[in-house]
């Protein structure tokens, strides 16, 4: 079994920056996609970002294309999300979600097998 716990998320000015992590436990690692997507008030969730865990190849949602920055560190385990400039449409749950089995198909939330808690970004104008 997987566990993903997110962190980082809080109220920000427009403009601004926050850094989320996903630290995982259990078996972690394998050929697989690990990724970021957010689920704003009333809206579907959203493919925000991903990466591969063998050679970390990322990809990322136009909307977020050159603000946004994911990484992740083996050692700990552990996934990040640097968001910059940070406009109000940015503002929802943050949640991280690992593949249990490798699909190319990074942007579809469905081939997500383990997810976390979420964590709340609010942009303010």
């Known amino acids: 079994q997987v566990q993903l716990v997110e962190s980082g998320g809080g109220l920000v000015q427009a403009g601004g920056s926050l850094r989320l992590a996903c630290a995982a436990s259990?078996?972690?690692?394998?050929?697989?996609?690990m990724g970021w997507f957010r689920q704003a008030p009333g809206k579907e969730r959203e493919f925000v970002a991903a990466?591969?865990?063998?050679?970390?190849?990322?990809y990322y949602a136009d909307s977020v294309k050159g603000r946004f920055a994911i990484s992740r560190d083996n050692g700990k385990n552990t996934m990040y999300l640097q968001m910059n400039n940070l406009e109000p449409e940015d503002t929802a749950v943050y949640l991280c979600?690992?593949?249990?089995?490798?699909?190319?198909?990074?942007?579809?939330?469905?081939?997500?097998?383990?997810w976390g808690q979420g964590t709340q970004v609010t942009v303010s104008s």
């Open positions: 979600a690992r593949q249990r089995f490798y699909s190319g198909n990074y942007q579809t939330a469905s081939t997500y097998s383990y």
């Open positions: 990466i591969t865990w063998r050679d970390t190849s990322t």
């Open positions: 259990g078996r972690t690692f394998n050929n697989y996609y």
